[in-house]
């Protein structure tokens, strides 16, 4: 699956993006975010406030509980703050 | 198209003109036009937009979708610049057109406020001191929230 | 001039642009436009306003200045037409500039709600059959009410 | 005093404005108004729906209960209808 991040997440883990394989166990965007911070401390230190990282799955806007399902990209970032 | 996200300035009042163009016997139009702020106490030199261009193009159709049938418009467009901009330079423009001026107010004014929270947009501030990104505000989410 | 009453049409875009030009800094501005409308079921072929000129200068003054103080605006203008003119061309137009949104939006819809009932227009309306009077709207009272 | 009249009331009396001479004992809005309609028929036809006759003294809106004062022009019109 591709992951893509925006603004601060972006920068902090110092990518714009990354493909994953999907750990057996993994089905949902919250457990895909606990899955990514056991890998080093800088990603777990940007997530460490789950309630300011909102998520997407291809084009829809989704919760922390959404099912990974066939979706080919999830997006993760900041509140938005556009307009 | 009539939802746009551009990376250059636009000509507000052009775009004003041309929507204004089709408006096919409405009676009243609304034009909101968001700009980069520049006041005295906190110089910003410089803004960027960071934007996630297709979940921002899909959230802005239906955003535009969801304010013609809530308030009976007869068209709407929205501009969305992202990339780096400067004071003064309009950054977001909303256009409504109604047969009644309620629905064109109450249909742009809609589309701003869910699009504040709801857009992936993300601003980062340059000033003298360095860059840093805008917080999202909770009265953001209070205007929002109006439209529940 | 910030209050100004035409015969001639106007450029509703450049009307615009000119205002914004002024923008000082300030973050959100709104633009209403009203059209003479035109419908299928309602053949309107031209409108006529009346106008007291000297009244409705130092109406639209009033109001202009009352929708600043009230919504700390940084600006508003308003454009009245009078005389006659045909579907689909501008009557009115008002501008507001804000630091905040709501502020630009409320003051925009402030100014027409006040000037609908209380600035010194009247309508006559060309048909196929004959021109008439338009009579004033409970609605507008109502609109004009939600602001005491 | 000078008396303009806007729309359709100055279609019905035929006349967009006059100068009158006040009459002893009137002195407010609805007075002067009470004294026109005693001139003729077509006058006191215009006027026969008061509450829909708004007043301007100068270039101040005005109640019919407004003393008419030092104004030089009273403005009589029906409700307004721009924007």
Chains 1, 4 share one sequence.
Request: glycine residues 6%; contains cysteine; hydrophobic residues 45%.
């Amino acid at each position: 699956m591709k992951i893509l991040y925006f603004a601060w997440l972006r920068e902090r883990l110092d990518r714009a993006e990354e493909e994953i394989e999907l750990p057996p166990g993994v089905t949902t965007v919250g457990e895909l975010i606990a899955h990514l911070r056991t890998r080093d401390e800088v990603t777990d230190a940007a997530f460490e406030r789950p309630h300011l990282i909102r998520a997407a799955l291809d084009t829809e806007l989704v919760e922390h509980d959404a099912p990974l399902g066939s979706a080919r990209t999830l997006a993760l970032f900041p509140p938005m703050t556009g307009g | 198209m009539t939802v746009r996200l551009l990376v250059s300035p636009f000509d507000p009042g052009a775009e004003t003109n041309r929507f204004l163009a089709a408006s096919e016997g409405a009676g009243a139009a609304v034009t909101f036009t968001g700009l980069v702020r520049r006041t005295s106490d906190d110089p910003v030199t410089a803004l960027t937009l960071e934007c996630y261009e297709a979940l921002a193009q899909a959230q802005l159709e239906r955003l535009r979708d969801a304010a013609i049938a809530r308030f009976s418009l007869i068209a709407a467009e929205i501009l969305h610049r992202h990339g780096r901009m400067l004071p003064g330079e309009p950054i977001v423009q909303v256009m409504t057109l109604a047969p009644h001026r309620g629905d064109a107010f109450a249909g742009a004014e809609f589309i701003m406020d869910t699009l504040k929270t709801d857009a992936p947009f993300w601003k980062k501030e340059e000033t003298g001191d360095g860059a840093r990104w805008v917080e999202a505000k909770g009265e953001d989410d209070a205007r929002r929230a109006r439209w529940d």
